[in-house]
């Protein structure tokens, strides 16, 4: 019989990364109201997200990837989009991409999506499935 898997029942965590780590702790805790349980400079900044470690890696130089790296299943995405553009979120209008006005895009299957950025430019996302 085989062995059950390693990584089937441990849980997962995330990363993502600032080249600021004062700029990063402000967007990520005090904008997108993260709570940040711990500062391990000059590596990373500690998040508990719902119970999941957000680790916040501090890389000088870091350029961001072009894709989404992390994002946040929502009950209400026109909710969530609301709230975060009052916090000073600003969403992303992506070229050919049908998006509505607050630019939340609906998917074949259902799921609607929209994307924004942190100050590092990572790409980020909230859906409603």
């Known amino acids: 019989m085989p062995s059950p898997?390693?990584?089937?029942?441990?849980?997962?965590?995330a990363f993502v990364y600032?080249?600021?780590?004062?700029?990063?702790?402000a967007f990520y805790r005090d904008t997108l109201g993260l709570?940040?349980?711990?500062?391990?400079l000059p590596y990373a900044l500690v998040f508990d997200v719902q119970g999941i470690?957000?680790?916040?890696?501090?890389?000088?130089?870091l350029v961001p990837a072009k894709h989404t790296v992390l994002g946040w299943q929502?009950?209400?995405?026109?909710?969530?989009?609301?709230?975060?553009?009052?916090?000073?979120?600003?969403?992303?209008?992506?070229?050919?991409?049908?998006q509505d006005?607050?630019?939340?895009?609906?998917?074949?299957g259902g799921a609607r999506v929209a994307w924004f950025q942190d100050p590092d430019g990572n790409i980020l996302s909230v859906t409603q499935l």
């Not at 898997?5 to 965590?13: D, E, N, T």
């Open 5 to 13: 898997p390693v990584l089937a029942s441990a849980k997962i965590m």
């Open 18 to 25: 600032t080249s600021d780590p004062a700029r990063g702790k």
């Open 35 to 40: 709570r940040l349980v711990e500062e391990e």
């Open 53 to 61: 470690m957000l680790r916040v890696g501090i890389l000088p130089g």
């Open 74 to 98: 929502v009950p209400d995405i026109v909710a969530a989009v609301k709230g975060l553009e009052q916090a000073g979120v600003k969403f992303e209008r992506y070229p050919g991409m049908p």
């Open 101 to 108: 006005v607050l630019g939340i895009m609906q998917f074949p």
